[in-house]
Every structure is written in C-alpha cells, then in structure tokens.
C-alpha cells in the first residue's frame, strides 16, 4: 500500500486541486474510490487494453470506461473514424446522414426496435423511456429492483445499484417523497413478490424497468424464466417492459440480453457501446410506442447534441467492428480468466464467488450464492477494499466497488489475462 501511494504522487495533487472546485474531486461519484479506501488515479493516456496514471503507471483496465470501449481503448477505426467526423464540423445541431446508418445498424440487430431515438446518455434515454410508457399506458406507477441502476433520473433513484449502493446512500437527498411514491422497488430474482405487487395496484402500473442481466450490484444474473415471467406478468397486467440493455447492449451479444434470453421488451435503452466511448444513449422500441415523441406526438423529448456526428461516427465504427468472431474472443478471455480464478481459489481453499456473464465478471468476497442486492450485500466490502488495493499496486485496474462490473475487451492479450490471474493470486493470499 505504501508502495503504491508513493507512486500515485501526481494524482494525489491534482486530486487535490480537483476537491477544490470539482464536488468530491470527481465528476461522477464511483470514480472517487471511496469505495476502496483510496484516492482516485488520474488517467493521462489509454491505449487497447491499458491505461497510464499521470504518474506513469501501467496498468491493465478492465473498467474501459464502464463498459463502453468493447474494443479497447482507442482502436485505430474509431480513432480514424473521429478524426475524419472532426474535419466536418463538431456539431450541427441539425440532421445528417450518419445518424440513420448508426440506427439502422441497431434495429438490425434488435428486431424489437423498429424505431430509435438518440440523445446523450443513459440516464436520459431511462427518462424518456418511463416517459413514454406513462403516456402509452396513461398510468403512473413504476417497478424498478433493488441493485439496478437505470442512471440518476428521480424517479429511477430508490435503492439503486452502483454509486447509490456502493456509497451506501439509503435514499437520495432532493428526490420528492411524491416522486419516490411511484416508483416501487422489489427483490430482484423473485416472481411471487412481482406478482403480488402488480396485482395490488391493477391498472396503475406503467412499466417494469429491469438490467436483464444486472451489472450495477457487481455482476447478477437472471435465474431460470426470471425475465420470461416478468414478461408474462407485464403481458397479463397491460404494462410495458423496459430492459435497460445500457451495459448489456452489444455486450453479452449483438442482439444484447433479449437475444440470449429470447425475450422481445416493448422498450430498450442503450448507451456506452453504441457511443463507443463518446457520449450517447439511445431508447428504441415500438413504433407506436416510438411515434408518441415530438415532434409526432405529444411526449417530449429533445437534446442539443443528440445524435451528435462524433459521438455517431465513434459508435458506427465501434458497432462496425464487432461479429460472431468478437464474441468468441471475449469468451475465450473471459473463460480463461474465470477459470483460472476459479482453479486459484480451489487451490487455495476459498470460496469468493464469481458471477460472470460473457466478458463482465464480479468477484464477491462472500461465501455464499449472489442472486439478488441482499445477498450481494453479505460481501465482505472491506476484504474487497483490500483486494482492489493488492490488484491495482500489481498493475491491474478493477472497477473501483465491489457492486459494479468489470469488463474485458477483444484488445486484452493472452498475457494480460496471465498478469491478472498472478496478481489474483498474491492478492487473495494477503486477504483470506
Ligand atoms: P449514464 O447516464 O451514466 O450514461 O447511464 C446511466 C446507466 C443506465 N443504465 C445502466 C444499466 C447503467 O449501467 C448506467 C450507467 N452505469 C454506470 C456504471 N455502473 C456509469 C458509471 C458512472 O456512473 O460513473
């Protein structure tokens, strides 16, 4: 620990010069490794699967910037891509070609979405998405999990998952007790409580909002006909289904979660991929649904760099250079990581569980199964804290909470996966 802070100097002063006019030293708060017992690194470059500290630390990332840069940190097309976008203009505040191209490439590939609207972050996209289904269903009320995390709208902020969890916060200040009444929060994972709930409040819930497969509580999986049930009941109760694939869109697939799970949402947000880096989100669905927005119909929406061309042109390459091929590199890393964890663990006789799902992956240090945030919550965060500390001053950089996801990308090597699994080992050793 003493090794790593001497070697973090730079970033210790700019941190604090940032806590002086930036609130926390940090523009979003689980970047601030409070989480960990640290201050937080400043990044001065990226490049494929790696990232450099203003100090000049090396390290292998499996942040990648919240999951968007599934191919690594600036690959040559997106770079390319950017550059070529910038000698025609930043932002035009008006329509242009390349928007339709990077929603076409969509809807290819989500046939639940026949029509998409961009805007300019995930948060927005959730926003627009309850918006839309209370004004298509003209009722009010929401479900939401505890553990998802659908952004920082009000009405999406009850018991939410990764800052809001991993900050312990219990509710979140300046959210009215009237917002918050409509939004109700339930275990994730458990049908019987859904159930009952739709059936207390007929007709007056709008919408399901559901992670198909949770990354904002660390890594949480669906159990079996999970999200197939809660279709079924959003069908019998004539309420809309969100899935909020902002993680696990061209994440776990190129068709996301509904793919894999064969489950058709009414809405789908996106974000971070399709942006690949660049700021974006995105909520398709319908077009009944769809065609509720202005200027069509009366549900408004609007952005000043919505479908922006960098952001455009960076999702188009990003989106342009994955295929079948992609995925089976990301599962070949990530199993090969997984598996060695796993075969470390077996050797050294402990049991930290590891939920993975394609190439995002949680380590738990908790003894016990993790399939919703309570049992998430029996993790022990302070070994976890201790944990992160052992990975980063070996060079590997974990999402910076035990309640979020880390992520591989087809530029990590073989050899980074090596260095991970030795760092892996001479850290779990000093903590267990
Ligand atoms: P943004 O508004 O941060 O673009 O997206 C919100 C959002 C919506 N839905 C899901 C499933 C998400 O994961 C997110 C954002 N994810 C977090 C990390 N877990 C962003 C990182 C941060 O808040 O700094």
Redesign the pocket.
């Known amino acids: 620990m003493q090794e790593l802070l001497s070697s973090t100097k730079k970033s210790q002063e700019l941190y604090k010069k940032a806590c002086e006019i930036i609130p926390g030293g940090v523009n ?4 601030s490794f409070k989480a960990v017992g640290l201050e937080p690194l400043f990044i001065s470059k990226a490049k494929g699967a790696h990232i450099w500290d203003v100090d000049g630390n090396q390290y292998v990332d499996f942040v990648n910037s ?2 968007a840069l599934i191919c690594g940190h600036t690959h040559e097309d997106v770079a390319d891509s950017i550059q070529k976008a910038l000698t025609k203009g930043v932002s035009y505040g008006a329509s242009h070609e390349k928007e339709i191209e990077l929603a076409q490439i969509i809807v290819d590939n989500f046939p639940s979405i026949e029509k998409i609207r961009f805007v300019n ?6 926003m627009t998405a309850i918006r839309l289904a209370r004004a298509y269903t003209k009722r009010n009320k929401i479900i939401k999990f505890e553990g ?5 709208a009000d009405s999406v902020l009850s018991m939410s ?3 809001v969890t991993t900050l312990g916060l219990p509710a979140c200040a300046g959210v009215t007790k009237n917002t918050a009444s409509e939004t109700m929060t339930l275990p994730y994972n458990n049908i019987s409580t859904l159930e009952t709930t739709l059936g207390k409040y007929p007709k007056e819930i709008a919408c399901i909002i559901i ?1 198909p497969v949770i ?2 509580c660390g890594v949480i999986l669906p159990e079996e006909n999970f999200l197939k049930c809660v279709r079924d009941l959003t069908k019998k109760h004539n309420c809309l289904l969100l899935f ?4 696990t869109g061209f994440r776990l697939s190129l068709g996301g979660a509904q793919a894999i799970y064969k489950i058709t949402p009414d809405i789908t ?1 996106l ?2 991929i399709i942006g690949g880096g660049m700021p974006i ?1 995105a909520v398709g669905g319908k077009k009944e649904i769809l065609d509720l927005l202005a200027p069509l119909g009366p549900v408004y929406q609007a952005g000043t760099l919505s479908g922006n061309p960098l952001s455009v042109a960076c999702g188009i390459a990003t989106l342009k250079l994955l295929n079948e091929d992609s995925y089976k590199r990301l599962e070949d890393l990530s199993s090969m990581l997984f598996e060695g964890m796993q075969k470390i663990n077996e050797e050294k006789g402990v049991k930290l569980q590891i939920n993975r799902m394609g190439s995002m992956f949680t380590v738990f240090f908790c003894e016990t199964r993790i399939y919703d945030s309570k049992s998430a919550k029996k993790s022990n965060t302070k070994s976890f804290s201790q944990f992160f500390q052992n990975m980063l001053s070996r060079g590997i950089y974990l999402a910076p909470s035990q309640f ?2 880390n992520f591989i990308s087809t530029a990590h090597k073989e050899q980074d996966i090596k260095k991970t699994l030795e760092a892996y080992k001479e850290s779990i050793s000093t903590i267990i």
């Open positions: 979003s708060p689980v970047r919240w999951g972050s995930g948060t927005e996209a959730v998802c995390y659908h952004g920082h998952g990764s800052g992670e990354g904002n909020d694939e902002v993680i947000i974000g971070k989100g979020e996801s």
